[in-house]
């Protein structure tokens, strides 16, 4: 039961998981997400649930099905939301401003997730959105400007959004293409979320849809990228951090009433695991929550 949970546990993986039940792998209806959401934060391991991920296109949608449930639990249980903008920023704007008008405090979106492919995008976009939003900016992870943009979010005090997979064996980066990522924005102090084929703990094989005959391709496990992005604020070498991002043995992360260790050897404090959650990995999007519960619970460490 989630009270005899590991503090250590519970400061990694507290809100650590966005809803992103609207996309592929699961991409289910409207009605659907908006219910699982209802029930998972509601469940006991709702401490471990972030925000509902919605396209601003649907916000709309969203509000038709989820508007019943926003003032039930009262403000205490306001609904968080992080909402994907289109390609029209200032429209994007002008809706979530909208929407926070009339159902704020009980529904609120207070994160945006914003496609971006150049410094100077970075720069407009940051101006443009009222600083109430924490914006999370998804750049390509290859690239000659891929330094220059993470410069561009640290001098904007913006965050970075990096995608660790998809339901296609192509679309998921090399190790040392999320080690750049991961030690490129720990060094210019830009927190980050992931998203995208992570909703496993561990680094496994398995099939990337949920469609008979799907294709089969290697995961990254959420445990394994969140501990390097907490080692790489430790001056981790590359080569090392790469290890851990293709370590597929549950046996190599230990929990323990005072933090983590990696191969009995490399430890974090569960104060340390704290501070990376508040200032550096931020959250992962998932189409499942239930999951990386079952797994988690298989691996007994929830």
Known sequence: MSEHIQESVRALLAGIVDYAGLFPPSALSMPEAVIN?????????SWMLGRFVVPVSRLGEFTESAKDFFTRGGQ????KLSVLASED??????????????????AECDALEIKADSASIIGEYAEAIPPQFTN???IPIVGKDFGEMVVALAMTKQRAKLRTGGTTPEAFPRPDEITRFIRTCSAANVPFKATAGLHHPVRCQKSLTYEKNAPVGMMYGFL????????????????LLNELL?????????????GVWWRQEHFLST???????????ISFGSCSFEEPITDLQDLEIL
């Open 224 to 239: 394994n990228v969140f501990l390097a992005a907490a080692f790489a604020r430790q001056g981790f070498k590359p080569s």
């Open 89 to 106: 920023i200032y429209e994007t704007v002008r809706l979530v401003e909208d929407f926070n008008a009339e159902y704020a405090p009980y």
């Open 136 to 138: 999370y900016f998804e």
């Open 37 to 45: 959401y209802a029930t998972y934060k509601n469940s006991n391991y």
């Open 246 to 258: 293709e370590d597929e043995w549950a046996e190599s992360f230990i929990f323990d009433s005072h």
């Open 271 to 281: 104060a340390y695991l704290k501070l990376l959650r508040e200032r550096g990995a």
């Open 76 to 79: 205490q249980d306001a609904w």
